[in-house]
């Protein structure tokens, strides 16, 4: 009998009727002969419902408090998909976070599991129990209940399943499966069957927001087979996130395209090419909290380089005023400029590892569609461009046919 | 330091802005001095709307899930008055009952408190922090979630109270205390300084729903002092529910009025006199999960006797036809009549132990009036009369006044 952990998120669990239909779907798995941990997220709009009436109270809301009080909206739906299940006679009980134990540091609103206790869980299985359980909490060493942070549904699915080697941890999503590139771009875009872990973490970091990266993170180093489904449409196999070594030699060398409208180009110009520059213009906006994505310096001349990252574009304004002010006169730079009006588009596969050729044949791509590449920055299976954002959806386009995503491989 | 037990209903916390005001009073009376263990309902309304969601998926919702479920409403409230309270600068810790932990039975939906462990929260009011405790909830042996059913939170107050040998247990509610009678009845109705547990319980259980029997009950048994308080009013000391060596020699004989409209009465006519009737007739009634107040049986003539109880009004009608259909020829009864147009009303007080002619006094102001007694019952410090219903109020006034409890005694 294999065991499988399934994690159903708050739209899945949204209203009664998609409770109820949930419970058929879980009882249909079990009537295959598997034995199924369950875990739900709080139904959709609950976490922000309880996070807006903490905020009433306080403006920045006690971290202990505010997790006791937003680790109660999977406390709900544990227990009403619970209900579901034995109402349609299913075997069924639900567990909190702290009653499985989940045992997290105790870092409120964003702990990270340290280590489950699998033997409460083992018995209800073995008796014959659907064992439904609160994702996104814990408890800390004390007892204090904690919360995993957004998407700590995914982790606590994934954590569950590695503790009890788990034949697979099934995500069940609004959509079926990862796509080759977002379907609302190119409508010839593919569900793929598998993708590896790495290429995964590429394309989830980029904007492809099916799975939480850390989740991602976690099931790989913990060897646990993710896949990703959908909880409203029936059957299907989704898309099984496989380890490079499982991996399909016939597989194509690129998975995907991934994209994001949401960077925007900043260049420090003219800064004396010397030790500890880069931390004198990163080190002040990392200070403000501002994310950077890509970062670029190329070789200097005359002893002066420029300087290019991109951050995300509603940090746009601020992060330019701030190098201004406080970094263009004091590492010497000529200028700041910036545009936010750039996207950026990548090509993720592990296949390019092992084949040369892949970055010209990009760029060729797109200099025939008469895109100007702006920054270019490459990791061992991905290599993202940025361009003017007006040229986004042409470049995911092009750059879809011509590496044959819409075929089968 | 002493230490004090606060609680606080649903309708006390029943806004953020009640919430903070409750916080604002529980910091005056740690000002005073005092170490503040608070135990809260959940928001009036929040586990009503619990019941409903779970009765949307079961019609009998499963017992177990429905406390994992309805347990979250005081979850939320211990979150956010933890919050308002660190909010105006007092440190305040939250704690469901399975934090504490409350040890209870595993009867869900009507736990019984078992044992309560006080190590920890005695260790944060030695460190100065306001002990914010979830009411009507517990865990069982096993760690699952049970509840204590309707007014729950006033039994975890009170037990609170006993384990860490509270000064007082002070419930908080929308009254000012416990009155004579009801102000709404007669206007000269005075709130008590001080009653008795033994009174308490009778006026309680009569109708005057400031606390729920049980905890008071529970609070005897453990000798803790309980105060009712109003939540919205400022000043005033409440009523004191004291034990009777406490108590004051010059307190008055009578300490109050009870009433109930709910009494209908129902009389079995010529039953053999003969032993085992009262079983052969209640046994039917009590299995058909029909609640009997008041039962008399007289002495009998020529072998036969009637026998009389009462039911809420609104069990009336199944009680009498079940009598007819299945007890009456059953027993060999000449008849059975009924009347749910009836009131008992009654008069409360430990004075009456030790003084004789209360009855009847009660007898002859009633009769003064005009008011004729239908049946009568009494306990060792409560006198019941049922009347018909239209002289209640009448039946009140008079003895309101002429037990000279519009005066200070």
Same mark, same amino acid.
């Given at each position: ?12 669990? =949204? ?9 058929? $779907? ?45 680790? /109660? ?12 299940? @034995? ?17 997290? !540091? !105790?870092?409120? /609103?964003?702990? $990270? ?22 994702? *996104?909490?814990?408890? %800390?060493?004390?007892? +204090?209940? /904690?919360?995993? =942070? ?25 959509? %079926? ?13 593919? $569900? ?54 499982? $991996? ?21 110009? =003219? ?35 420029? *300087? ?48 040369? =050729? ?13 895109? +100007? @590449?702006?920054? @270019? ?33």
């Amino acid at each position: 009998m294999t065991l499988i952990v399934q994690k159903y998120g708050g739209t899945s669990v =949204g209203s009664v009727e998609r409770i109820r239909n949930v419970a058929r $779907r879980i009882a249909q798995s079990q009537s295959l002969g598997h034995q199924i941990v369950v875990v739900v997220s709080a139904m959709s709009g609950e976490t922000n419902r309880l996070i807006a009436l903490a905020h009433e109270i306080q403006k920045y809301p006690d971290p202990r408090e505010l997790d006791v009080m937003i680790s /109660t909206g999977e406390q709900i739906t544990i227990a009403l998909l619970s209900m579901a299940l @034995i109402e349609i006679g299913v075997k069924a009980k639900s567990y909190t976070g702290g009653q499985v134990k989940i045992l997290t !540091d !105790d870092a409120y /609103t964003k702990a $990270r599991i340290l280590k489950i206790d699998e033997n409460r869980l083992r018995k209800d299985l073995e008796d014959g129990y659907i064992v439904v359980v609160a994702g *996104f909490q814990g408890v %800390d060493e004390s007892g +204090n209940i /904690t919360t995993l =942070g957004r998407g700590g549904s995914d982790t606590t699915g994934v954590a569950l399943a590695a503790v009890l080697r788990a034949e697979e941890c099934q995500i069940y999503t609004d959509v %079926d499966g990862v796509y080759t590139t977002d379907p609302r771009i190119v409508p010839e875009a593919r $569900r793929l069957k598998t993708i590896t872990f790495e290429e995964m973490l590429e394309m989830a970091s980029l904007g492809s927001k099916v799975l939480q990266i850390r989740s991602v993170e976690f099931a790989g180093k913990y060897k646990v087979k993710l896949r990703v489904l959908s909880s409203f449409q029936e059957g299907g196999d989704g898309t099984l996130i496989t380890f490079e070594e499982d $991996r399909n030699m016939e597989q194509a060398i690129i998975s995907g395209i991934a994209f994001s409208r949401d960077e925007a180009k900043i260049t420090v110009l =003219g800064v004396p090419d010397r030790p500890g520059i880069a931390y004198q213009i990163l080190g002040p906006v990392a200070d403000a909290n501002i994310d950077v994505d890509m970062i670029i310096q190329n070789i200097g001349h005359d002893g002066l380089t420029d *300087f290019s990252f991109t951050v995300h574009r509603h940090e746009f304004v601020r992060t330019m005023s701030m190098l201004k002010d406080k970094v263009q006169s004091h590492v010497g730079a000529r200028d700041v400029i910036g545009d936010d009006k750039t996207a950026k588009v990548s090509i993720v596969g592990v296949g390019m590892r092992s084949h040369v =050729g892949i970055a010209s044949k990009m760029f060729r791509v797109l200099a025939e569609e008469g895109i +100007n @590449i702006q920054m @270019i920055s490459t990791s061992e299976i991905k290599i993202s461009v940025v361009v003017d954002e007006k040229y986004m959806e042409l470049a995911v386009r092009a750059l879809h046919k011509s590496f044959d995503l819409d075929q089968i491989p």
